[in-house]
């Protein structure tokens, strides 16, 4: 039986459900019914070896790549089916991206940065500033004139304050810690999977490092084409 519970907050559907994904690329069947539900507040970990399509996979979140069948709702939304302006307008709107190398334009300052993709997302100039600004603080970055300037971590950093700009209800991230010494890897690993907590976005991180994946709320291993509870007993991450 199932006791009635009071519920405080609004229950919303999750922030990304992937149904039944199948994907054959230059007749490699990389995904063989792939399926995945993160909701809000939640993170999840994807890890698997080299190849196996761990990129590709946020390539089918963001509507980049097009699979064979299956379904992909962010925030209820079928990415899928949505026509270009309109994908590249739900992408901005619902979900922050993190790369490996942060990909952050050089010859800006972090602030032109981080407020460009606010500004790119039609927000006014005043709130992209003052926005960009406080993400920036909250992440320990420093003001310096041009990215080129920061550490590593901190050029993580800033690239998680743009993902973050224009308060996505999904987080992504491909390897985001992977070009990172091990101290820098756990600080910015630490705030990475603080921030479904705190700002009630889903987070999924693809990785081959099962320190960072550790902390996650669920791990999953994609292998042969599916996704399965992986065993990573006895890492320790947190
Ligand atoms: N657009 C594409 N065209 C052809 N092959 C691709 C394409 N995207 C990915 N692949 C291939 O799919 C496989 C999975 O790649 P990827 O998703 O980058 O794996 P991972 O991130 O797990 O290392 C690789 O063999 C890669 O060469
Ligand atoms: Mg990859």
Known sequence: MVESVDIPTVMSGPVLEIVDLEYVIKDRRLFD????????GESVAVIGP????????????????KPDT?????????????????LARHRSRSIGMIFQFGELLPELSPIDNVALAALLSRADR???????????????????ETTDRLSGGERQRTAVARALINSPSLLLADEPTG????KTRDQVAEQLFALPGTRRCGLLVVT???????????VLELRDGVLKQADIAGVGGR
């Open 126 to 144: 005043a709130t992209a500033y003052s926005r960009a600004a406080t993400l920036l603080d909250d992440l320990g970055v420093p003001r310096v």
């Open 179 to 182: 070009a990172l010494d091990s």
């Open 50 to 65: 080299s190849g196996s399509g761990k990129s590709t996979l946020l390539s089918c979140v963001l509507g980049l790549a």
């Open 70 to 86: 299956g379904t992909v709702l962010v925030d209820g939304a079928d990415v899928m089916s949505l026509r270009r302006q309109a």
């Open 33 to 40: 019914g792939l399926n995945m539900t993160i909701g809000a």
């Open 208 to 218: 081959h490092d099962l320190t960072v994946a550790a902390r996650a709320d669920r």
